[in-house]
């Protein structure tokens, strides 16, 4: 029994180090396999970063005109409106309206009158293009009733033309 002892023992121990020869081969390979995928990782982080920063900044850019071109449409309304003697923001109701705030609803009230004020700028632009197409319609069926008139002329020139080719032909 002390000699199965000893073979089981041995037996053992080569497993351990067998074990321990595999466990520390595949510790480095994954060790270097690892430690060139954080560079790998840093790099695509840093360019996601800048691609993001990138993004950010023309998001931004672009935000930043939209209030521009929104001031000063809303400052052309009210000029406008001033001229008109007509308010430029009526508020809907007085219950949500917290102005100590600024707030409308939860929302802010600048960005709702420039909102409004771009709804009335568009809607009195629309009116006036509908006008001008109005206009544009008359005009152009003024012009088609005269030129079915002429049509009608040139018709009946066209036919007496036939007749009296027909006449000289038939004599």
Do not use: H
Request: glycine fraction near 4%; hydrophobic fraction near 40%.
């Amino acid at each position: 029994m002390g000699d199965e002892r000893k073979k089981i023992f041995v037996g053992l121990m080569v497993a351990m180090i067998l074990g321990f020869a595999v466990y520390f081969r595949l510790w480095t390979i994954d060790y270097a396999i690892s430690s060139d995928d954080t560079e790998l990782i840093r790099r695509q982080f840093d360019l996601a970063n800048r691609e993001a920063s990138d993004e950010s900044a023309e998001w931004r850019m672009k935000y930043d005109e939209e209030v521009e071109r929104a001031a000063k449409c809303d400052k052309q309304l009210v000029e406008n409106n001033s001229e008109e003697n007509v308010p430029s923001r009526i508020p809907l109701s007085l219950d949500i309206i917290d102005i100590s705030a600024g707030k409308w609803g939860g929302f802010d009230i600048s960005i709702f009158c420039v909102e409004m004020s771009l709804n009335k700028l568009l809607i009195k632009q629309k009116v006036e293009d509908a006008a001008t197409i109005n206009q544009q319609m008359v005009m152009l069926q003024k012009e088609n009733m005269a030129l079915v008139g002429r049509m009608e002329v040139l018709k009946s020139k066209l036919e007496a033309t036939k007749l009296k080719c027909r006449s000289k032909l038939d004599r």
